[in-house]
């Protein structure tokens, strides 16, 4: 299987602050990545696929970019709604496989 | 737009059988590949496998030997079958479309609304 393993595991930022979530793969997967967010009680959220292609409706300040193994979200100017679990999946291969998952906390 | 509705136990004990069905409504089914995942706080996000309208399926081999996925296409609806579950199977399960559609790509939107199983004695 391969194994995505995000960094950080926790992240603490204030509104406003731009942020990134590094994902690695234990092997290439070309650009065969997505980024999810989850909120507590909620199912989780496509953000990204396709490494760097946003998804309808998600707002801008959402950024996707890497390839191969490693990846990156990056989210520009906080708002409080963006306070929750981002998770990256890798479909290159099966089984498909998700990062452990990074939580990110207001300071 | 497609929503994704699932219903099932959520007490199980050990060595029962989880059922979980799913079903999907405002959307083509034919079109798309259909998952199941779950969380649970061991193992994070699990992806245990998926099945298309005609019953064509793939699973995770470190589920395989106890799961199956069936379809019904007259209802729009795909379940889960895991058998001799143990607490190690305790999670929030989840269903979801492949939003790929038949290039069966392996990234999911929307996903069900998720049900909590514990396994416990």
């Excluded at chain 1, 990846?71 to 679990?85: H, K, W, Y």
């Excluded at chain 2, 405002?26 to 779950?38: A, K, N, T, V």
Aim: aromatic share 12%; proline share 4%; hydrophobic share 30%.
């Amino acid at each position: 299987d391969i194994q995505m393993t995000q960094s950080p595991s926790t992240l603490s930022a204030s509104v406003g602050d731009s942020v990134t979530i590094t994902c690695r793969a234990s092997q290439s997967i070309s650009s065969w990545l997505a980024w999810y967010q989850q909120k507590p009680g909620r199912a989780p959220k496509l953000l990204i696929q396709k490494a760097s292609s946003l998804e309808s409706g998600v707002p801008s300040r959402f950024s996707g970019s890497g390839s191969g193994t490693d990846f990156t979200l990056t989210i520009s100017s906080l708002q409080p709604d963006d306070f929750a679990t981002y998770y990256c999946q890798q479909y290159h291969s099966y089984p498909y496989t998700f990062g452990q998952g990074t939580k990110l906390e207001i300071k | 737009q497609v929503q994704l509705q699932q219903w099932g136990a959520g007490l199980l004990r050990p060595s029962e059988t989880l059922l979980l069905t799913c079903a999907v409504y405002s959307g083509s089914f034919s079109g798309y590949y259909w998952s199941w995942i779950r969380l649970s706080p061991e193992k994070g996000l699990e992806w245990i496998g998926e099945i298309n309208h005609s019953g064509s399926t793939d699973y995770n081999p470190s589920l395989k030997s106890r799961v199956t996925l069936s379809v019904d296409t007259s209802k729009n609806q795909f379940s889960l079958k895991l058998t001799s579950v143990t607490a190690a199977d305790t999670a929030i399960y989840y269903c979801a479309r492949d939003a790929s559609g038949n290039s069966r790509e392996g990234w999911f939107d929307p996903w069900g609304q998720g049900i909590l199983v514990t396994v416990s004695s």
